[in-house]
């Protein structure tokens, strides 16, 4: 009866493996559609230990006749239940007949049959018009015949898929015949076809798919836009599973107004490396009268224990390419491309990189002479290694040769040791530190040929931290931290900029080493800073509710080290810098900063955000950015239902610099429980001449299945922002 039980519950595992095969994507969503009833499964049990229980009303034995169990028979084994009102098994020959309805159900999938019949010593099996729903929501349909023709060959004929609820079936995916081989993990569908609103929209005469996490070859959803500048854009991937650490994937795709164009993707990978190699080609752009690419190679190799390798190579055929043909405003954004290669170990206390790289200028107003270096090689030597109790060596240390066409060429090679005590207690600390920082050069093209630079660098760091409670729900911490730093001035007017630039100021840099970003310029300080953090934390899980902190650095002398061709700085203090985080409600968060130039009287940078999660998909963000003479853009996106299952969705980013609108984006979506259809429509800056994109974006998603078209972008991430 064990062996029974397992072969008459083919079709669940039959129908279960179908239904697995719906989400190309692999992301499992939670639908709406799910009956009461099933919105809490039984518990899957291991079944091999699990004694089968068999109840009936009427049992009948006699002598070389079949055995007979009628009037509400059950059957039971962990958490599968077989309900039918009639079983009768034939002892001499194996078959089991189910000749009236069946109920069966378990933890995955739960399923009835009009009738059905079991050949036990030859592995057969039928069920007619079967009914299915699987449990947790995904999906549920019809089959009129389940038939296992042996152990790992099945066939069912008639068969319907969706996830919507039975009495509104928005859409369906239908086969006639299906057929099944389980030991090779495959299935083939005869003249499948996708209905929406009762209209089919795609038709197969033959389709293969996997009947398990298998990757199979063949095509993926097609992705259809629109836009001013390339007309109707249509692209049809097709996937290649060349082995299983092996596959490829090619898009063919067709802009109107460019051609056709091929993209692809291969992807590697074994116990000691892994590599993605992209390649996209467009030849004979229409518009742009040339041919198009854009080539990566991404590669990770493990050498030995502890030891790295890695590759990134780019490559685009010109410097219009991402504004052209990418999707975003970062993409025309980019003004270089970075290709490297290099080797990584590592051990308890050090670390070692080894890389070479250079770039690519997409940016034309980039000059010759304002390219970024090519570093062949860098080395650079991370060490920390403990001393005694609360003592520690630090050293940062780098070996590294600049290459360019134009300009000063040359190595640079730089030290930085530093020791450093730590002394905490509770509600206090006091962490101070001495270094030594050596920079040498061996230079080409430069007045100096060999320039060096020897500095002390000393800090010490101090803080406390103070702690009252609010009521039983609050406590309120105060923490007053003071930072000194101290390194004397050396001229460096002579030592080049290779890869050095001035930090952006910020809360961090409050307490940094140096107001400079690479070793070229070491920069003269002494100097205070003096900060103040307040947090209101919830008592019960530790959260922060509101964290404001306020902090300036006090100046005891001028600035004079600086970037070639910059005048030193004469001011007592930096700029005040201010920044707060508030979570008033659930659905709120707030997050403001603010630089204020008191010498000045002005504000250096300032930024505010504000995100809203509602409740039936209400969503909201404005985001501000300014820094003077450089940025000052709004940025506000909202999602608002209508009505049941109707948004609306827009965007405006907005530059008051440039005085117009980077950006935007309006849409409504229709969303019920088993499908989404989205329309949107894009207007986007392509380039600094303020060029602009009118893009139309069509998306039908059939949860639990997949997409046709695609939009721009998801507006809001599943995280506030």
């Given amino acids: 009866m064990h062996r029974f039980l397992a072969l008459a519950l083919i079709p669940g595992l039959v129908l279960h493996a179908l239904g697995q095969t719906r989400d190309t994507t692999g992301v499992s969503e939670p639908l709406a559609c799910v009956p009461d009833e099933l919105d809490s499964p039984r518990r899957q049990i291991e079944r091999g230990a699990v004694?089968?229980?068999?109840?009936?009303?009427?049992?009948?034995?006699?002598?070389?006749?079949?055995?007979?169990?009628?009037?509400?028979?059950?059957?039971?084994?962990g958490d599968q239940r077989l309900e039918t009102d009639e079983l009768i098994y034939d002892r001499q020959t194996g078959r089991i007949e189910l000749p009236v309805w069946l109920h069966y159900s378990d933890a995955l999938i739960d399923l009835s049959a009009d009738s059905g019949w079991v050949e036990t010593q030859i592995s057969q099996a039928r069920f007619d018009q079967v009914e299915y729903r699987f449990v947790h929501g995904h999906g549920s349909g019809s089959a009129g015949l389940v038939m296992l023709l042996s152990p790992t060959q099945a066939r069912v004929e008639d068969f319907d898929f969706t996830t919507c609820p039975p009495e509104q079936l928005d859409w369906q995916l239908k086969s006639r015949q299906v057929e099944l081989d389980m030991e090779r993990g495959q299935g083939v569908a005869r003249h499948a076809r996708l209905e929406f609103k009762g209209v089919p929209i795609l038709y197969s005469p033959w389709l293969s798919f996997p009947l398990d996490d298998q990757r199979k070859s063949g095509f993926l959803y097609p992705r259809l836009g629109f836009s001013s500048t390339d007309g109707f854009d249509i692209t049809a991937p097709w996937y290649w599973n060349i082995a299983p650490n092996q596959d490829a994937t090619f898009e063919p795709r067709w802009i109107q107004k460019r051609g056709f164009m091929l993209g692809s993707e291969y992807r590697f990978l074994t116990r000691a490396q892994h590599g993605r190699i992209n390649l996209d080609v467009l030849p004979g752009?229409?518009?742009?009268?040339?041919?198009?690419?854009?080539?990566?190679?991404?590669?990770?190799?493990?050498?030995?224990?502890?030891?790295?390798?890695?590759?990134?190579?780019?490559?685009?055929?010109?410097?219009?390419?991402?504004?052209?043909?990418?999707?975003?405003?970062?993409?025309?954004?980019?003004?270089?491309?970075?290709?490297?290669?290099?080797?990584?170990?590592?051990?308890?206390?050090?670390?070692?990189?080894?890389?070479?790289d250079a770039f690519q200028v997409l940016d034309d107003t980039v000059a010759p002479g304002n390219e970024p270096y090519r570093r062949l090689p860098r080395v650079t030597l991370q060490v920390d290694q403990p001393l005694a109790t609360n003592i520690d060596l630090t050293m940062n240390s780098e070996l590294v040769y600049f290459d360019r066409d134009q300009g000063v060429t040359g190595a640079r090679v730089d030290l930085f040791p530093r020791l450093r005590y730590s002394l905490m207690r509770p509600g206090w600390f006091v962490r101070p530190s001495l270094g030594l920082r050596a920079t040498a050069y061996d230079l080409s093209g430069a007045p100096e040929s060999n320039p060096s630079r020897i500095l002390p660098i000393a800090s010490i760091d101090a803080?406390?931290?103070?702690?009252?409670?609010?009521?039983?729900?609050?406590?309120?911490?105060?923490?007053?931290?003071?930072?000194?730093?101290?390194?004397?001035?050396?001229?460096?007017?002579?030592?080049?900029?290779?890869?050095?630039?001035?930090?952006?100021?910020?809360?961090?840099?409050?307490?940094?080493?140096?107001?400079?970003?690479?070793?070229?310029?070491?920069?003269?300080?002494?100097?205070?800073?003096?900060?103040?953090?307040?947090?209101?934390?919830?008592?019960?899980?530790?959260?922060?509710?509101l964290d404001v902190s306020l902090g300036q650095i006090f100046y005891f002398r001028d600035l004079d080290v600086q970037l070639p061709n910059q005048a030193p700085q004469s001011r007592q203090r930096s700029e005040t810098v201010a920044e707060?985080?508030?979570?008033?409600?659930?659905?709120?968060?707030?997050?403001?900063?603010?630089?204020?130039?008191?010498?000045?009287?002005?504000?250096?940078?300032?930024?505010?955000?504000?995100?809203?999660?509602?409740?039936?998909?209400?969503?909201?963000?404005?985001?501000?950015?300014?820094?003077?003479?450089?940025?000052?853009?709004?940025?506000?996106?909202?999602?608002?239902?209508?009505?049941?299952?109707?948004?609306?969705?827009?965007?405006?980013?907005?530059?008051?610099?440039?005085?117009?609108?980077?950006?935007?984006?309006?849409?409504?979506?229709?969303?019920?429980?088993?499908?989404?259809?989205?329309?949107?429509?894009?207007?986007?800056?392509?380039?600094?001449?303020?060029?602009?994109?009118?893009?139309?974006?069509?998306?039908?998603?059939?949860?639990?299945?997949?997409?046709?078209?695609?939009?721009?972008?998801?507006?809001?991430?599943?995280?506030?922002?």
């Fill in 463 to 545: 803080g406390m931290i103070f702690e009252r409670r609010l009521g039983q729900a609050r406590i309120q911490t105060l923490e007053p931290r003071l930072f000194y730093l101290y390194v004397p001035f050396e001229d460096q007017t002579d030592i080049p900029s290779f890869d050095t630039r001035e930090l952006t100021f910020g809360f961090s840099q409050l307490f940094h080493h140096n107001r400079f970003s690479g070793p070229d310029r070491q920069g003269d300080a002494n100097q205070l800073t003096a900060a103040l953090t307040s947090r209101l934390l919830d008592s019960t899980d530790g959260r922060s509710r």
């Fill in 285 to 356: 752009d229409d518009l742009a009268g040339r041919d198009r690419y854009f080539g990566q190679f991404e590669y990770r190799a493990r050498l030995a224990p502890r030891w790295w390798a890695r590759a990134d190579l780019r490559r685009a055929s010109d410097d219009r390419y991402f504004i052209d043909l990418g999707s975003e405003l970062t993409d025309s954004a980019q003004r270089f491309l970075r290709s490297s290669v290099g080797v990584r170990g590592n051990g308890r206390t050090w670390s070692l990189d080894i890389l070479a």
């Fill in 51 to 77: 004694p089968l229980r068999i109840d009936s009303e009427q049992f009948e034995a006699l002598a070389e006749q079949p055995v007979r169990f009628h009037d509400d028979v059950r059957l039971e084994r």
């Fill in 580 to 721: 707060l985080n508030w979570r008033p409600a659930r659905q709120w968060i707030v997050s403001a900063g603010l630089q204020w130039d008191s010498e000045e009287n002005e504000t250096r940078v300032a930024q505010f955000g504000l995100s809203y999660r509602g409740q039936q998909g209400r969503q909201a963000a404005l985001g501000y950015r300014f820094r003077r003479d450089r940025v000052d853009q709004a940025d506000f996106r909202v999602r608002y239902p209508l009505r049941d299952n109707l948004n609306l969705i827009g965007r405006v980013n907005y530059s008051f610099e440039e005085n117009e609108a980077l950006e935007l984006l309006a849409g409504i979506e229709y969303e019920s429980c088993c499908w989404a259809l989205r329309l949107t429509g894009r207007e986007y800056i392509l380039d600094r001449d303020s060029e602009t994109r009118t893009s139309v974006f069509l998306e039908l998603h059939l949860k639990g299945l997949g997409s046709l078209g695609r939009r721009p972008y998801a507006l809001f991430t599943h995280h506030h922002f």
